[in-house]
């Protein structure tokens, strides 16, 4: 579409709102009139050819047949689309035949509207347009806004036609159609502060990632195809992923294709936008579904052949939980996978992501329709999809989103990732990067990703549109398919604002593995420690504070106070549930504090103040005691007294766990199990004793405990002496803690850090601002 009529056509809609609906609607509402007109303008328009032989139809089925409901079949044939109109009125007949009246302009706008289709209908009440009709009625300007929608000096329709001065207007494309819907959108979303998941995708970044998509097989194109796009918006990937195909000037021409377009859109709006535009293109309307594609699996057991989108980023899909878990588990199929742990022991996992962030969620539903490769179908299925950051790094080993990433690599889908020039979108200047998925690559990517850095591959913007200052040329999306197409690695010192480089999958991954460190305890009875026995150690200042309060009346019981307590919880803020609540008030947890410590007392009666530097003979002359006094602790109960009279010191012995004996059978699983020789026992927690076949197993300390990201491509053990060891000496590998992560960082291998510039040079830049000061200051005193 010619980009000045482009423009002169979007400012004459654009101007209507304020020609007509300034004190009528406040500014962020206007959107509600014009989207919905414009729509109804395009259908109207579509129509107006074959609207006679409808109501020739209309009239032969209520005269010969007697229907009370029209047959659709030969009401759509007539017309030639999807949809029909069975009224006598068009939007021009509505406006030729106005009166002053209003409310007769109302009855008959309502009885024109009530003639359209059921796929019409779902259109007209998705946009609430019958109330925006009435509401303009009654402030009586509705035939205003009808005057403007049916000017001859503005062409919304798919035919030439004349203005008032007799130029010619040029025909409205379908793909003109949606520039000006996107537009206008991108306009009142400005003006309205909507937020970045409520933008639409530059068409240049449409451009780039529909030549990535399918440039790759496009000699190989079927004759029918499917395309999908889960959060579709007003179709925008959809149309022009056809137009990209089937162009008769495009790289492909695959124009005797048929092309099948499939999606789902959450908001009632773009979803009425988008399956209008599908109408007026004659497709099937209802392969567009309004709803959330997180909650309902509207596509289950369909799988698509390619599949492009923008799916919100950063937005919270916490409402959409229910759907997918039920507690912690997860329910929904898509979002369960596959992966095998340290051991090679395939496990089903979660690849759910946190809740403030569901853009993966997206990406696992795409994944989830993906055709597999056979002989039928050669391509397979091929994915884009736009990200921010958080998508490559978010999320630790074995957690929701590095499950994703590791799946996805794993299992060789992931092609290539192209990092985008900030600002490119509407109204977010954050990072934002193109993930290509196949999983019919051709021999040369087997086993490979290719990381792209086109960020500063960008022209400037004579105007900024919101947040966007900048875009892709031409030029440069061909520069970036080429590098893709040939797998090129470039070097930005050569090309000035691209870079390329090609990794093996297992380069993004990692082992995470926790290193321990023993405990070491000391241990003595004193009369302040074991008074903290008598409070609940959840809570124990608001125990105590009851216990001060009340005195010895909280072994008989505090539900007498109950009120009162509630209302010293709710005026300090504490986090007290009901259920905790009933806890403190009954005089069995009170009760059963103070024989806890009670035992304490008798404890220290008979060991004294002694301060023991070794924790199990502590531990021993404890259960001594216990016995001598036939006392009976459950195990919490004695842990409780053992962790209120202890504390780590490095000083003193190491804890004990347990001492094991291992025959040659169990000796030989173990060394199997932990990949290792006798020797290296000890770098996994086995200490050998001066008895053959036994072995010492401390206790670790989870203050010290540390983790490390050992790449996949490395050995842990090797690591562990080469990088842990000689550092902290008694440490040893917790192997059962190993979980495999994969994550993508484009600063880690793209990144050219500024030379630190030399002594020399930074003191002749302060002198020479010395000079300047001094020469400044003698002119300021007048030297």
């Not at 989103?401 to 299992?411: A, D, G, L, T, V």
């Not at 405990?519 to 216990?547: N, V």
């Not at 780590?648 to 199997?672: F, H, P, T």
């Not at 020399?760 to 007048?782: F, H, M, P, R, S």
Request: glycine content about 4%; aromatic content about 10%.
């Amino acid at each position: 579409m010619n980009h000045a009529v482009h423009n002169k056509l979007v400012s004459f809609i654009w101007n209507i709102a304020d020609d007509c609906l300034r004190d009528v609607y406040v500014r962020g509402k206007y959107r509600d009139v014009i989207l919905p007109m414009i729509v109804l303008r395009r259908l109207d328009a579509l129509l107006e050819p074959t609207k006679n032989k409808v109501l020739e139809e209309a009239a032969f089925q209520k005269e010969t047949w007697k229907v009370t409901e029209y047959i659709d079949k030969p009401l759509v044939d007539t017309t030639g689309y999807v949809f029909y109109n069975t009224s006598e009125w068009t939007l021009q007949s509505l406006y030729a035949s106005a009166t002053n009246s209003q409310q007769i302009l109302l009855g008959n706008f309502e009885d024109y509207l009530n003639g359209f289709s059921a796929n019409v209908q779902e259109i007209i009440s998705k946009f609430n347009l019958r109330s925006q009709i009435r509401h303009m009625a009654n402030k009586d300007v509705l035939l205003d806004v009808l005057e403007k929608f049916t000017s001859p000096d503005i062409n919304l329709t798919p035919f030439e036609k004349l203005d008032t001065s007799g130029r010619k207007l040029p025909a409205l494309t379908n793909l003109g159609m949606g520039y000006v819907f996107e537009e206008l959108i991108r306009r009142f979303n400005e003006e309205n502060n909507e937020e970045a998941g409520e933008h639409y995708t530059p068409r240049e970044v449409i451009d780039l990632m529909t030549h990535l998509v399918f440039e790759p097989i496009k000699d190989k194109i079927p004759p029918v195809i499917t395309i999908y796009d889960p959060a579709c918006g007003t179709g925008g990937m959809l149309t022009e992923s056809e137009h990209f195909i089937t162009d008769e000037e495009g790289e492909i021409k695959a124009t005797n294709t048929s092309v099948y377009m499939f999606g789902k859109e959450v908001n009632d709006e773009t979803y009425a936008i988008c399956k209008s535009d599908m109408m007026i293109k004659g497709k099937n309307p209802e392969y567009i579904k309004v709803g959330s594609t997180l909650s309902t699996d509207e596509f289950a057991g369909t799988k698509f052949d390619f599949m492009l989108s923008n799916p919100p980023y950063g937005k919270s899909w916490a409402s959409e939980q229910k759907y997918i878990k039920d507690g912690k588990e997860v329910i929904d199929n898509r979002f369960l996978i596959k992966l095998k742990n340290y051991w090679g022991e395939e496990e089903v996992v979660d690849a759910v992501p946190r809740s403030s962030d569901g853009q993966l969620l997206f990406l696992m539903e795409m994944v989830d329709k993906m055709k597999a490769v056979t002989s039928k179908n050669t391509i397979g299925s091929r994915i884009a999809s736009v990200h921010n950051g958080s998508s490559l790094f978010t999320g630790d080993a074995g957690g929701g989103e590095s499950n994703i990433r590791r799946y996805i690599i794993e299992n060789d889908l992931l092609d290539v990732i192209i990092q985008l020039p900030n600002n490119i979108f509407y109204n977010t200047g954050i990072t934002t990067y193109i993930w290509i998925l196949s999983n019919n690559k051709p021999i040369q990517r087997k086993g490979k990703v290719q990381l792209i850095d086109a960020s500063e591959m960008y022209q400037k913007l004579r105007k900024n549109l919101g947040n966007k200052n900048c875009e892709l040329t031409k030029q440069h999306i061909q520069e970036i398919v080429k590098c893709y197409l040939q797998l090129e690695e470039l070097d930005k010192k050569d090309t000035g604002n691209i870079a390329s480089k090609v990794f093996e999958n297992a380069d993004f991954g990692y082992y995470k593995v926790n290193i321990e460190r023993p405990k070491r305890l000391k241990s003595q009875f004193t009369s302040e420690k074991i008074e903290t026995l008598k409070w609940d150690k959840s809570q124990p200042a608001f125990s105590k504070e009851l216990y001060d309060k009340y005195g010895m009346e909280v072994y008989e019981g505090l539900e007498k106070y109950k009120k009162d307590v509630e209302n010293y919880i709710e005026k300090h803020d504490l986090n007290i549930n009901a259920k905790q609540l009933a806890v403190y008030l009954k005089k069995e947890s009170w009760n059963k504090q103070e024989q806890l410590y009670q035992t304490a007392v008798r404890l220290m009666e008979v060991l004294g103040t002694e301060v023991y530097t070794n924790f199990n003979e502590f531990v021993t002359k404890v259960d001594e005691v216990l016995k001598l006094d036939k006392t009976k602790l459950s195990a919490s109960e004695k842990k409780q007294i053992l962790d209120t009279v202890s504390w780590y010191d490095e000083e003193a012995d190491k804890v004990i766990k347990k001492v094991e004996k291992l025959n040659s059978q169990k000796l030989s699983d173990l060394l199997d199990y932990l990949d290792c020789t006798e020797k290296d026992l000890p770098y996994y927690g086995y200490f050998p004793t001066t008895k053959k076949g036994e072995y010492t197993i401390y206790e670790s300390e989870s203050d010290l405990r540390d983790s490390e990201s050992i790449p996949l491509k490395d050995n842990i053990q090797d690591y562990f002496l080469r990088e842990v060891k000689p550092y902290v000496e008694e440490s040893w590998i917790a192997l059962d803690s190993v979980k495999i992560g994969y994550e993508l960082s484009f600063n880690k291998y793209f990144y050219q850090p500024v030379p630190l510039r030399s002594l020399e040079e930074v003191t002749k830049d302060i002198l020479a601002l010395e000079q300047e000061g001094d020469g400044l200051l003698a002119e300021i005193l007048n030297f």
